[in-house]
């Protein structure tokens, strides 16, 4: 039987600054803070590794290029090269894993390295009171200003307990040693489609199960519509209704889902990948202790202007924060953070860059700035085409279409929803076009070349700039005929 | 024996405007002075069809797309995914040409055809006088103002005489049924490395030689290098010295190359692929008839802001003017040309673009603004990296070099050279930052998703800040211990 530990083996250090996670944006605001002063400490529990390295971006993203080479071999007859081969599914995990930890994990590795080992503590930090964290069972950690940055994890719902030795999560499925004979994925965010598309195409029976029935991450509802019908034109996915109960027997894990039209499907799979979405880990770490402000929801309150959590000496950043949970979002916000703890009391807003999210599905759903939903009850023109410029015509890939937000009254270009072939490439130049205000007859006096995909750019500017002198000719029209009340 | 035209048969138009040439940057220009007036004429020589579309830029990008599917057959095992395959040469023809066809060569015909037929006239134009023009043997045209946009032709040099039935141009290399055996392809400039590497990529022998030694589309002789030692690791590529003579025999078509070392080799091809530039229509114009003023070499002199050749109500547009010779300039020159003539005589000079070149190599080669060699004497700082950024390590693309060029003392973006995988999206996000004269700083406050390409020119901006700094804090330190002069 363990004794509980006698108050004069604990060991309590003080620090001005503790920073609890050592991933993206815990690193980020170390390395801001450690260049000001000696007294800080950073608390990982777990292995050193950051989420994008170990099981987000950086695996996903060589799984993918894995998968895209043997979609090559099914697109390839058209362009008049034969060809056939197979997918060695332990040499695709082999490879993943052998990249993602002598490149991505040891680069976090060799910074967390570097680091004194005094500013280094390893153990779960929970809040014991104001300014008083316990690490472990052995250590207090007593600090001034809080930097949480202890991520998030991912969410799996209690229907799936009969079958948890065969549920997957973006934590657990890149370490597959060869590719499951067939897989269930639950979701239809971004960790759902790309995984679930690149396991299909490697060659895995996968049957996609979704709850609401639209792609969220786009928000016109034609846009919505359009992922949806050319997905499930090659991926089996049932959009709309609930996993209601599951089982396991020798066939493998049984699913039972509810469609919204109450029919029930029942179908048998080696493993199930749940990608239903990540919940931070701040619920772990006692903040009731803190005196922070809470939202109906048992969330944390805080500026994302300087992520300062309300009535508190403690900042947020990164996936903990639920704000952005994107790696470039999480860079920032840890470094806003640092900067707002090292100038405490006297956080300085910052202003965020517009928002980018990129699903690198194929065909590639893309958001930047601000979504057509965001912009509801503002005048707008929608420049609107299908993805097919010339180039995308060239490369066979001519799914999908882009939409472009103006604001009516001046041309300034606000957000854009995209869904098409490397659409990621478009969503950087719209980003930096933004990020500066610029109007579409702006953007329009770069040269583009011919033929790029940036065409297709041009082109929808062009269509929302025809569109606004319509409208705006229109609207003088009606200015003159209608007699003015004011 | 056919006896000379007398003059009762001959036909006289008299328009406003005359229009040589119904490519690309004829057809901008007859859409723009087609509003204005019925008094114009549009006269073509040969086919209808812009070069782009017939014999440049679209099948150039159909070929190179089959053969990026031959390529991934040799890169896919890296993957973990085992493939095999053959091209069918026949196949690759066909898809090409049918794509071309009906798809690109379609459109402009469709254009054409909805211009009425009193716009058009057919036959060779040459000047007879100034505001004079004899249009094949039956016709003349007297007009007040033209448009030179008679386009070029490929230049093959003398010394292929012998072996002229095997010689290929970009006019007549996508009309092949087959691939052929082997292939010289003679030059390094765009059409020779793009088809050289693709040629070789379908399985083609395939042997490129070079003049100079240089990759002339880059001028930063790191860049030229570093290209040169990336293309010669892939291809067979004899890059300095010169075809001193050819000869055909049983075997095929023979051609012994003095290197600039003396040495001679000589080897025999299926076929010759000449890509040694094209030369401007124009020399068949009879210029000297238009009072026009002509450089040394011979060539008509005007200004590239208006288009406008000296001396003469005479404008000149596209391939034909060899200033930039690439799409979107051409179609930008009609339209300059167009609304100049329009105004004629008081032209309006207009801001060109940055120029923007692309080389759909692999790895990409690609220009933007202002050239390292035109740099030369300013003050300017160099951001440079390997192309190497995460998501190129996740595509096992990582091969080349970006180089960013930031005016010294106000850390404005003046130009990038660029070589890697898909270069051209950084280029065109470079394109914009350019045209608006952005700092480096300015570009960095948009958000950049990782892992994209993106992140690259990210953090080439950023190395070139930190130089910046470092260099602004020399000239300060410099400023400080020197005594002033002045």
Redesign the interface.
């Known amino acids: 039987m363990r004794r509980p530990m006698s108050e004069s083996t604990m060991k309590t250090i003080n620090v001005e600054y503790a920073i609890i996670g050592a991933g993206t944006s815990g690193l980020g605001a170390y390395s801001k803070i450690s260049r000001k002063t000696d007294s800080l400490l950073m608390i990982q529990d777990g292995p050193y590794g950051t989420t994008?390295a170990r099981v987000g971006?950086?695996p996903s993203?060589?799984l993918i290029?894995?998968s895209d080479?043997?979609h090559?071999?099914t697109?390839?007859d058209?362009?008049?090269?034969?060809?056939?081969?197979?997918?060695?599914?332990?040499?695709?995990?082999?490879?993943l894993r052998r990249?993602r930890d002598e490149?991505?994990v040891a680069n976090n590795l060799r910074y967390v390295d570097k680091i004194p080992p005094h500013h280094k503590l390893e153990g779960r930090a929970r809040f014991i009171g104001p300014g008083h964290l316990r690490v472990g069972e052995s250590v207090e950690v007593k600090a001034e200003k809080f930097i949480l940055a202890c991520g998030s994890r991912p969410a799996v719902s209690e229907v799936f307990e009969p079958v948890m030795d065969r549920v997957l999560t973006s934590d657990t499925v890149f370490e597959l040693n060869d590719l499951p004979h067939s897989i269930a994925v639950i979701g239809m965010g971004v960790i759902a489609l790309e995984l679930g598309q690149a396991l299909h195409r490697l060659g895995v029976e996968t049957t996609i199960y979704g709850r609401s029935g639209k792609i969220n991450a786009l928000t016109h509802p034609d846009m919505q519509q359009e992922a949806l019908d050319i997905l499930s034109s090659e991926l089996d996915i049932y959009p709309t209704g609930q996993v209601v109960s599951t089982w396991e027997d020798a066939e493998g894990a049984w699913i039972e889902f509810e469609q919204s039209n109450g029919r029930r499907v029942t179908k048998v799979f080696d493993r199930i990948l749940v990608a239903t979405g990540r919940t931070s880990n701040v619920d772990r770490l006692g903040m009731e202790h803190t005196g922070a402000e809470f939202t109906e929801a048992g969330k944390v309150v805080f500026d994302p202007q300087t992520m300062l959590c309300s009535d508190t000496p403690i900042f947020i950043a990164g996936d903990a924060a639920e704000y952005l949970p994107?790696?470039?979002?999480a860079?920032d916000e840890g470094r806003i953070a640092a900067d707002n703890a090292l100038n405490y009391p006297d956080p300085v807003p910052v202003d965020r860059?517009?928002?980018?999210?990129?699903f690198f599905t194929d065909p590639q759903i893309a958001i930047?700035g601000q979504s057509f939903r965001e912009l509801q009850g503002l005048e707008i023109i929608i420049g609107e085409l299908p993805f097919a410029s010339?180039?995308h015509?060239?490369?066979?890939k001519v799914e999908g279409r882009i939409q472009v937000y103006l604001d009516a009254r001046t041309g300034v270009i606000l957000g854009a929803e995209l869904l098409g072939y490397q659409a990621?490439?478009l969503?950087?130049?719209l980003?930096?076009?933004i990020?500066?205000s610029?109007t579409a007859e702006?953007?329009l006096?770069?040269?583009?070349?011919?033929?790029?995909?940036?065409e297709l750019l041009r082109d929808v500017l062009i269509d929302a700039r025809e569109k606004r002198r319509i409208y705006a000719a229109e609207a003088m029209m009606h200015s003159n005929t209608v007699p003015a009340y004011s």
């Open positions: 994008c971006c950086m993203k060589l290029t894995a080479y043997a090559h071999l697109t390839s058209f362009f008049g090269v034969t060809a056939a081969g197979h997918v060695d599914g332990h040499k695709v995990f082999e490879r990249e490149r991505f994107v790696w470039h979002e860079f860059r517009p928002p980018l999210m990129v930047i010339p180039r015509v060239v490369w066979n990621e490439h969503a950087h130049l980003a930096l076009a990020t500066h610029m702006q953007v006096m770069m040269p583009v070349y011919h033929p790029s995909a940036e």
